[in-house]
């Protein structure tokens, strides 16, 4: 069961091939952490993203030495990259030439409009999409002295600002924004301010967030109550680990809410004293295959009999332990009791036979 969620209908643009808003479904994206100097481990970042499921990598562009790795990246890369930039605008330009699917800009750290227009100019040319990312970090002086803190109000006139003079001087629309503080509320009142009054599309997002769990929980706040009120068009999860994380916190957000699914649902017990197997391990051993799956099913993993078959019933496939061995239910029936050792490998067969029945199941 799942809450019914009305999408605010956006502007369609492009990263790439990919498109955004629109009737798009919901996009997940990350950045990656290497020194993109390092094209080999930057490529193999991008790639170990791309197979959890991301679906647009950024990549930061500090430096000229930066600017002059992402042609090979941009080449190799299997999804589209967008060139983050502050402060200098030239290497703005040169990220467009070596092909990139986009550029994040933030206007806060741009203080020569002159400059700016020509790299608008030269995304313009090229299609390449513009994230227009508001930072309450980094506000421009003139709209901090105004409002005296970096309020959602202040972040909402900076994005104004900015798309106004984009559309107005340009003609250009290929463009998205994102308005992103730490606090999550305060990133919240941001986009909802902003969606009552433009349509463009939106990057949402809580900004250094933290590491896995308060990152996590910082950011299921904000992006659940968003996209709960149809707010959102691409998520990126910051957290201060490994970026791959960050796109399985978004699939389970978007999960959850039942707006996109690609991953097996797991539902597992938390143990007690009844459990007489080594569930958390045989939680962590099919959670790490579940990944790999890219199916809708739903599997569970319960300690014991006095829920698991309660629980199993309504999965898919299901294993409960009981002492030294574990049932295998599939469809509420139980299929087979194995001898714990071999419990894994019979669960994991089961899986495989059941995707063979149901193609249908298996996510592209
Ligand atoms: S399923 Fe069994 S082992 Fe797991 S929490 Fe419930 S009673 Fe305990």
């Not at 092909?99 to 002159?114: A, C, E, H, L």
Request: glycine residues 8%; hydrophobic residues 40%.
């Amino acid at each position: 069961m799942y809450p019914e969620i009305k999408r605010r209908k956006t502007k369609e643009i492009f990263v790439g091939s990919v498109g955004i808003g629109g009737g798009n479904p919901i996009r997940v994206q990350s950045m990656t952490n290497t020194d993109t100097r390092d094209i080999k481990a930057t490529l193999d970042q991008i790639f170990r993203l791309k197979s959890a499921g991301c679906e647009i990598v950024r990549v930061a562009i500090p430096d000229e030495r930066a600017v002059s790795a992402l042609r090979e990246i941009v080449k190799e890369s299997p999804i589209p990259v967008i060139a983050d930039l502050h402060f200098d605008t030239s290497l703005g330009e040169k990220a467009v030439s070596a092909d990139v699917s986009g550029i994040r800009i933030n206007p806060g750290t741009f203080r020569n409009k002159k400059r700016l227009d020509s790299l608008i100019r030269a995304c313009k040319e090229r299609g390449v999409c513009i994230r227009i990312g508001i930072n309450a970090g980094s506000l421009e002086s003139a709209l901090l002295k105004r409002y005296g803190h970096p309020t959602p109000e202040a972040m909402v006139e900076s994005a104004k600002n900015w798309l106004e003079y984009i559309v107005s001087k340009h003609d250009y629309y290929n463009l998205k924004v994102s308005l992103k503080s730490s606090n999550w509320w305060q990133t919240v009142r941001a986009y909802e301010l902003f969606s009552e009054a433009l349509d463009f599309p939106l990057h949402i997002g809580v900004t250094e967030a933290g590491g896995l769990i308060p990152g996590t929980i910082k950011n299921t706040m904000a992006v659940s109550y968003l996209l709960l009120k149809g707010i959102g068009d691409t998520v990126r999860i910051s957290l201060t680990a490994d970026p791959v994380e960050e796109v399985y916190v978004a699939y389970e957000i978007l999960r959850n809410l039942g707006l996109r699914s690609l991953y097996p649902d797991i539902i597992a017990c938390p143990t007690c004293g009844r459990c007489e197997i080594d569930l958390i391990r045989l939680y962590e051993e099919v959670s790490a295959y579940a990944k790999k799956l890219r199916a809708n099913l739903k599997l569970a993993v319960m300690g014991c009999v006095v829920n698991g078959p309660g629980e199993a019933r309504e999965a898919d496939l299901g294993i409960a332990g009981g002492k030294g061995v574990g049932i295998i239910f599939r469809e509420g029936k139980i299929i087979q009791k194995v001898k714990e050792e071999e419990l894994l490998k019979a669960f994991f067969e089961e899986i495989e036979k059941f995707l063979k029945e149901h193609p249908e199941r298996i996510n592209s």
